[in-house]
């Protein structure tokens, strides 16, 4: 099986967003016999009246499509409000440059995946501890590779983050997903296996973020 949690989808698509990510789609759904997907549409304001729908513009019997949102937020919000994109949506995330937001949502019971973005470097550092309570919660942390490949600068931030992630360590809670926004940033498996390596993961370990890792967060989440 083959994972990537982590595709961008606006709430209303135009024909040529629409064509974009049918491209995405086709291509993913060649990577693998089965494939499980998410859609994510990321959320600057909260409104429990203005939550999308997100629906795929093409289907394929191998590939699994998943709604998935992001907060992206600054502040603390109310656990009313996570628990109600948990139960709008199959996948909630939550991205910040807050400590205090990001401390917060590791002792969280409504978020599955901190995002940590890699367009601008981290403003703050990583603590070991607080990553490893997220994970005693049953948090994952995500890492894209797209921004990587569309910027030079972002390369050199989502390289920073993939090592501060490894030295904390996760490797069990680790998700590597794309963030592709066009076809041409999907990479094949073996691509994100030598990336994950990149980082420092052993051989035994760097298939994981891609396949093991996501599969036993929507095990969880179906349970």
């Not at 699994?64 to 992001?70: E, G, N, Q, V």
């Not at 599955?112 to 942390?141: K, W």
């Not at 963030?179 to 094949?188: M, N, T």
Request: proline content about 5%; overall charge negative.
């Amino acid at each position: 099986m083959y994972f990537d949690l982590n595709i961008p989808i606006n709430e209303h698509l135009d024909k040529n967003a629409r064509d974009k990510l049918k491209l995405i789609l086709h291509r993913l759904s060649q990577l693998d016999d089965q494939v499980v997907v998410a859609l994510n549409y990321t959320l600057t304001k909260y409104s429990s009246t203005k939550l999308p729908d997100l629906l795929a513009p093409i289907e394929y019997d191998n590939v699994k499509i998943l709604r998935r949102i992001t907060m992206e937020t600054d502040i603390i919000l109310e656990e009313s409000a996570w628990e109600t994109l948990q139960s709008k949506y199959d996948l909630v995330a939550l991205r910040t440059s807050e400590r205090n937001v990001f401390e917060h949502a590791c002792q969280s019971k409504y978020i599955d995946i901190i995002s940590l973005g890699c367009a601008q470097r981290l403003p703050f550092t990583l603590d070991p501890m607080m990553v490893n309570l997220a994970t005693e919660h049953n948090i994952y942390f995500e890492l894209e590779y797209a921004p990587g490949i569309r910027d030079n600068t972002s390369r050199g931030y989502v390289y920073q983050l993939g090592h501060a992630l490894i030295a904390c360590p996760l490797s069990n809670h680790l998700v590597i997903s794309s963030g592709a926004e066009i076809v041409s940033e999907i990479r094949a498996p073996f691509d994100v296996y030598y990336f994950a390596k990149s980082f420092g993961l052993p051989n035994d370990l760097a298939k994981f973020p891609f396949w093991k890792n996501p599969q036993s967060l929507i095990a969880h989440k179906l349970l």
